[in-house]
Every structure is written in C-alpha cells, then in structure tokens.
C-alpha cells in the first residue's frame, strides 16, 4: 500500500522560499503521475503542479508559474519528489498536499492535474506566508 508523508511546511515572509518533500514508501513512482495540491480555507483543493514520471512533461498552474518548481530525486528507485516554492506570497498560504496518480492513458499532465484523478494523498504540511 502507498503511503505518503509531506515534509518541509512552515512560516516564512512574503518574498521567501520553502521546499516541499514528499517520501513515498510501498511503491516505486516510475510510470505515474506525481502531483501537488493546496488547500486553502473555505476553498476548494486546487492543482499547484504535477509532473508525469513516464516522461517527465510537467504542468504548473498560473497563479505559481515562475515561482514554483516540482522536480523528482533522479535516484535510481526514487520515492521522493518535490516542490520548490519561490518568492512566496501571502496567497500561497494552505494546506499543501502531496498525491500520486496511476496515468491515464493518452492524457496529458495538465488534464491530469485535479483531486479526482489522484488516489492517493499525504496528509497535508501548512505553509504560511506572512510578515
């Protein structure tokens, strides 16, 4: 079974980086969908980024485009994956959630990139942006 466990959350000033971890255990991510989510409150659970595994093609959303990166441990046998965020905003405070999808086939990274298409979840990290 695929577990999950996000790390790195925290308080940090507008204009400040943190970079999230997501370690995998019970499965290996080659030939999936990797993702990262936020939630903010009284929002509903928005697509940050994700990337396939299979090929690497990666899909940002435009409210972090420029500021955030996803990026994969290249290791051989990698379970772990990120997300670099940059020059943080006071908007960018959520729940941030790691996920992993099995990949549909013939669709694309961004049409993959929403809740309904991930089974399985981190149980969230809080970032909080603000002076």
């Known amino acids: 079974q695929l577990q999950l466990v996000e790390s790195g959350g925290g308080l940090v000033q507008p204009g400040g980086s943190l970079r999230l971890s997501c370690a995998s255990s019970?499965?290996?991510?080659?030939?999936?969908?990797i993702g990262w989510f936020r939630q903010a409150p009284g929002k509903e659970r928005e697509g940050v980024s994700c990337?396939?595994?299979?090929?690497?093609?990666?899909?940002?959303s435009d409210s972090v485009e420029g500021r955030f990166t996803i990026s994969r441990d290249n290791a051989k046998n990698t379970r772990t994956f990120y997300l670099q965020m940059n020059s943080l905003k006071p908007e960018d405070t959520a729940v941030y959630y790691c996920a992993v999808a099995r990949t549909w086939l013939g669709v694309d990274v961004r049409t993959m990139c929403v809740t309904r298409a991930f089974g399985s979840w981190g149980q969230g990290t809080q970032v909080t942006v603000s002076s």
């Open positions: 990337m396939s595994t299979s090929d690497g093609s990666t899909y940002i």
């Open positions: 019970g499965l290996n991510l080659d030939f999936l969908t």
